[in-house]
C-alpha cells in the first residue's frame, strides 16, 4: 500500500529561524513529489514539484530535495515569517493512470512565533 | 479571474439530512476530484471524473455521490447513510486525465453535522 509519513506532526520556531520538514514515501512506481502549503480553513496551494530526477528545487524561501534511492523529501524554510505559520503537505504521484493518482502524508502543522 | 471555487464556505446539516456541496471550475480542466480532510490525517480520495458524465470511486465513495454533467461543475452530495459527515471537504482539478498534472484545490467547505 503506498504511504506517506511526515515528521515532525508540529513544529513552533521563532521568527526569522529555519527549519527542516521531513518526509518518507513509499509511492511505486513514483512519478513526482509536491510540497503544497495550506493554510487554515483554506484549500492547499503547491511549493514545489519534483521529479524522479531533481535533487534539489527552490521557490523564494522554501527549498525542497529529494533523494529517490532512499524515498525522502525535505522542504527547508529560511529566514520564517510570521506568515509561514501553515500546515505543509508532501503528496507524492505514482504512473497509476486509472485516475487515482495522488498520497497525501498527513501534513506538518508549523507556527511561527514573533 | 480564473480558479476553482467550493460553496458554501460552512454547512450545517441535521442527521438523516442530504447536503450538495458545489465546486466549479474555469481552468478548462477535464479531470475533476473530492477529497475528505480529518484532523491530522492526509486527504482521503472520495470521488473523481476525468471527463464529462463519467466518474469513479476512490478510497472512501461510501456514503457520497456526485455528478457531472458539464465540464466546469463537479457537485458533491453527502447522503444520510455517510456515518460520520463532519470534516472538511476540498475539491480539486487538474488539466490532464493520467492525472500527474499539478492539482488546482478550491478553498474548500466545511460541512458539520448537529
Known amino acids: 500500500k503506498n504511504q506517506v509519513e511526515q515528521s515532525p506532526q508540529s513544529l513552533i520556531i521563532l521568527e526569522g529561524k529555519n527549519c527542516t520538514l521531513q518526509?518518507?514515501?513509499?509511492?511505486?512506481?513514483?512519478?513526482?513529489l509536491r510540497w503544497y502549503k495550506q493554510d487554515t480553513g483554506r484549500g492547499p496551494v503547491s511549493l514545489t514539484i519534483m521529479t524522479f530526477s531533481e535533487n534539489t528545487k527552490s521557490n523564494g524561501r522554501y527549498t525542497a530535495t529529494l533523494d529517490a534511492d532512499t524515498k525522502q523529501s525535505s522542504l527547508h524554510i529560511t529566514a520564517s515569517q510570521l506568515s509561514d505559520s501553515a500546515s505543509y503537505i508532501c503528496v507524492v504521484s505514482d504512473y497509476d493512470n486509472a485516475g487515482n493518482m495522488l498520497t497525501f502524508g498527513g501534513g506538518t502543522r508549523l507556527m511561527v512565533k514573533p | 479571474d480564473g480558479g476553482i471555487t467550493q460553496s458554501p464556505k460552512y454547512l450545517f446539516r441535521k442527521e438523516g439530512q442530504n447536503v450538495t456541496l458545489s465546486c466549479e471550475q474555469n481552468?478548462?480542466?477535464?479531470?475533476m476530484y473530492w477529497y475528505r480532510q480529518d484532523p491530522g490525517q492526509g486527504l482521503r480520495l472520495i470521488y473523481y471524473s476525468q471527463i464529462v458524465n463519467d466518474f469513479q470511486k476512490g478510497d472512501i465513495a461510501e456514503g457520497y455521490s456526485v455528478s457531472r454533467e458539464k465540464k466546469e461543475s463537479f457537485p458533491l452530495t453527502v447522503t444520510s447513510a455517510q456515518k460520520n459527515p463532519t470534516a472538511f471537504y476540498l475539491c480539486?482539478?487538474?488539466?490532464?486525465?493520467?492525472?500527474?498534472?499539478?492539482?488546482?484545490f478550491g478553498p474548500g467547505t466545511r460541512l458539520t453535522v448537529l
Open positions: 481552468l478548462n480542466h477535464d479531470a
Open positions: 480539486a482539478s487538474s488539466s490532464g486525465t493520467s492525472g500527474t498534472g499539478e492539482q488546482f
Open positions: 518526509c518518507n514515501y513509499t509511492v511505486s512506481p513514483f512519478s513526482n
